[in-house]
């Protein structure tokens, strides 16, 4: 009986350089060149089976058979696969992101790029992770990501044949992020609709390509220096910008509430006290604290007493996708 079965495992990345808009929404081409961190902490693990016996394509999500809309998103994705395989079965596709909701992480990234991965060894697609990470760049942009581990960028590229994401460092150093979760409830505004609003309407956003690009280069100089204060004033400068990309578009919006602000200078004062921490902010109110993963616990343990400590999880930089066993 023709079935086909793949399981993949891909972890969440953070974004130290940002994607924030696009130049193409159909084939999701970046404005600019980004760079993140892969977590090892948090990840998605997804199963994908194609067979004759299943009648329609279905969608189980940590234990949740999900709705129409959901599932269209998936099929449209895994049809991407079905092209290059040649193949016209319907799959069933059950996923488990292991992101504390406490993370409050999002986990498209994740998800994506583990469905790109068991969508290719299902098919036999034996797709090369450069191949791998331009396909989960269809499903969702930070997606293409997830597919390297360490330091990894997603280089713009002229078009669908080369906007995919490199390994930059493997970040086998001291270096690590500690994940503070202010609400876990769903964005107002989702990332996708968040940029495409900005870059349609805010005077600031012209300057975002190229101060970008800028602050790309001098974060892959910090990261090879393995300077974690060059690199940390790079990154909260590029999250504060892309922030105040959105306070400038019209009508204006905001992912930070009261709480980010007073983590932000809670951030700020853990410098002070000696710390290496610094903060950055994506399409959401949650903080992310880059420092030494030696200095986690001691970052943990002066935050807790105000923001709680079941609220603040660290964790050490993360691998690429593993294909697990079918
Ligand atoms: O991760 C970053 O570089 C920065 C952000 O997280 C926002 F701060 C953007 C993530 O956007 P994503 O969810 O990938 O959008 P999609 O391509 O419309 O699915």
Redesign the pocket.
């Known amino acids: 009986m023709e079935e086909y079965r793949g399981i993949c495992r891909a972890h969440t ?3 130290l350089i ?3 808009g ?1 130049r193409d929404d159909e084939l ?1 081409l970046p404005m600019n060149s ?1 760079l ?1 961190l892969t977590l090892d902490r948090f990840y998605s693990e997804t199963q994908v089976r194609f067979s004759k016996d299943i009648v329609e394509d279905c969608f189980q999500l940590d234990g949740e058979w999900q709705d129409n809309s959901e599932v269209e998103k998936i099929s449209r994705f895994v049809d991407l696969f079905r092209q290059l395989a040649q193949v016209d079965l319907a799959c069933e596709v059950i996923s488990y992101n292991h992101v504390p909701t406490a993370a409050g992480l ?1 986990s ?2 994740s998800a994506f790029a583990a469905l790109a991965g068991a969508c290719n060894q299902a098919l036999r697609l034996d797709l090369d992770p450069l191949a791998l990470s331009r396909l989960a760049r269809r ?5 293409t990501r997830s597919i390297f581990g360490g330091f990894v960028e997603w280089e713009k590229g002229s078009g669908d044949h080369d906007s995919q994401a490199v390994p930059f460092d493997d970040a086998n150093w001291d270096v690590g992020m500690v994940v503070l979760t202010l609400n876990t409830k769903k964005k107002a505004i ?3 609709r ?2 495409k609003h900005t870059v349609a309407t805010s005077p600031f956003y012209q300057l975002w390509p190229q101060v970008s690009e800028e602050k790309l280069l001098e974060m892959k100089a910090a990261i090879k220096a393995r300077d974690l204060d060059w690199m940390g004033e790079i990154a909260e400068s590029h999250a504060m910008l ?1 922030h105040a990309t959105t306070l400038s578009a019209n009508p204006a919006f905001t992912y930070l509430e009261a709480e980010s602000l007073k983590a932000i200078e809670a951030v700020k004062g853990l410098r002070q006290q000696g710390y290496k921490a610094y903060f950055t ?3 959401g109110p949650n903080v992310k604290i880059l420092c030494p993963y030696s200095q986690s616990q001691a970052i943990i343990d002066a935050l807790a007493p105000e923001f709680g400590a079941d609220r603040l999880i660290a964790s050490r930089p993360g691998p690429g996708i593993q294909y697990l066993e079918a």
């Open positions: 990345n953070i974004a940002k994607y924030w696009k999701i980004n993140s999002a498209s990234a499903g969702s942009g930070s997606a989702s990332s996708r968040g940029m892309m902010m994506d399409a």
